[in-house]
């Protein structure tokens, strides 16, 4: 990356609508630390955690899978974490109004 401002970033990464799995991919500097705080526990490179992902306030919002890249070894080159969760856009949504 270039910009000298360089921040952390959470989205959808599947498509619109409910469905069997859902993914939230963080990208940037932070993606390890939130994935982390999430998830309550170290997170692993390149390794599969199955992990109960948490809001800010400790409340359960859905077991899933949580997977760590580590830069520069991703596709975008930076720290990246996956979170697959169950596929209710309401839980995918929480899952990233948790990431901030």
Do not use: K
């Amino acid at each position: 990356m270039t910009s000298a401002h360089r921040d952390t970033i959470a989205a959808i990464a599947t498509a619109a609508g409910p469905g069997g799995v859902g993914i939230v991919r963080l990208s940037g500097p932070r993606a390890r630390a939130i994935g982390e705080a999430l998830c309550r526990r170290g997170l692993r490179a390149r390794h599969a955690h199955h992990a109960r992902f948490h809001d800010p306030d400790g409340g359960v919002l859905d077991d899933g899978i949580a997977l760590y890249f580590a830069a520069p070894a991703s596709f975008t080159g930076e720290e990246v974490v996956e979170l697959q969760a169950h596929g209710s856009p309401a839980v995918l949504q929480a899952l990233v109004a948790s990431c901030v």
